[in-house]
């Protein structure tokens, strides 16, 4: 079985900046894509960022320009470098992992939720 273990998240003010990480449990899992999601409080859960094992990025629209999401494969991480931080980018942040596609549409693995607020 393999676990999606993330660190960071936090409390940060409005143009500041948080690191996300999300490492594999296993190093023999390969995922075609890793990312994360991200879900605020009385909204649904919705993808932030995606990336593929051959590095095509995609992300939603409203972090454009101040995310920036990386992976290493040889260590089965994936990061999430997000700048510019605003207060409506406040919510609890997921790692994700899909076997196969060329995109994040269906996650076969979670990671656990990481908060990030950010203060006015």
């Known amino acids: 079985q393999v676990q999606l273990v993330v660190s960071g998240g936090g409390l940060v003010q409005a143009g500041g900046s948080l690191r996300l990480s999300c490492a594999a449990s296993?190093?023999?899992?390969?995922?075609?894509?890793m990312g994360w999601y991200r879900q605020a409080p009385g909204k649904q859960r919705d993808l932030v960022a995606g990336i593929t094992r051959g590095g095509t990025t995609n992300y939603a629209d409203s972090v454009k320009g101040r995310f920036t999401i990386s992976r290493d494969n040889a260590h089965n991480t994936v990061y999430l470098q997000m700048n510019s931080l605003k207060p409506e980018d406040t919510a609890v942040y997921y790692c994700?992992?899909?076997?196969?596609?060329?995109?994040?549409?269906?996650?076969?693995?979670w990671g656990q939720g990481t908060q990030v607020t950010v203060s006015s």
């Open positions: 994700a992992a899909e076997l196969r596609g060329n995109k994040l549409t269906s996650p076969n693995y």
């Open positions: 296993r190093s023999d899992f390969s995922p075609a894509a």
